[in-house]
């Protein structure tokens, strides 16, 4: 393969990356979400302080309870998600770095699911981050942010 076919072939994956609003009922592997996740933490990160702290959601009741207090519908169509939160642990507050570092990891993500042909959507209409502290035990001290990137299903074609 010439070096110009490989670069289209690794460029086709930011072309083709879209928000999916409907999923199959095909959960995704444990094993597949953490290999995706340990691409989201090859991620640059702000003074390389690496404080993202994920929790894969796939209990479809708590899915349904977090549509019911606040979530988008598109979370619901889907069978598990993951929420990624960084450590309030920053070195420059003002640029907020760790909200900076926190999205370039869930890019990474989109796309690292978009090489495994899998469907993702970006959500941030969640219920309310006191509410998604409780649920998920999320200390204020340590993290902040919570943003949802919910999918992980296989596209249709
Ligand atoms: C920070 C951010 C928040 C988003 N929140 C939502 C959301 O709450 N619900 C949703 O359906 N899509 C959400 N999206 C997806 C956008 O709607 C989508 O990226 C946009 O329409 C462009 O479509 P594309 O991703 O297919 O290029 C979000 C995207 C970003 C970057």
């Known amino acids: 393969m010439s070096r110009r076919d490989m670069e289209t072939q690794q460029l086709a994956i930011l072309q083709q990356r879209r ?10 592997p444990r094993d597949i979400l953490l290999e995706l996740l340990e691409y989201a933490t090859m991620a640059p990160s702000a003074g390389n302080r690496q404080g993202w702290r994920f929790v894969i959601v796939n209990d479809l009741s708590l899915i349904q309870i977090l549509v019911d207090k606040g979530g988008s519908s598109t979370i619901g169509k889907s069978q598990c998600g993951i929420l990624v939160t960084y450590e309030k642990n920053t070195l420059t507050p003002d640029y907020r770095d760790d ?7 869930i890019q990474n993500l989109l796309l690292a ?19 998604l502290r409780t649920i998920f035990k999320i200390p204020d001290t340590i993290l902040r942010w919570p943003m949802l990137q919910w999918g992980f299903l296989p596209m249709c074609k």
């Open 19 to 28: 928000s999916v609003g409907n999923f199959t009922d095909q959960a995704v």
């Open 99 to 105: 909200l900076q570092t926190a999205a370039v990891c």
């Open 113 to 131: 699911a978009q090489a495994y042909g899998l469907g993702t959507c970006w959500v941030t209409t969640l219920p309310a981050q006191s509410t």
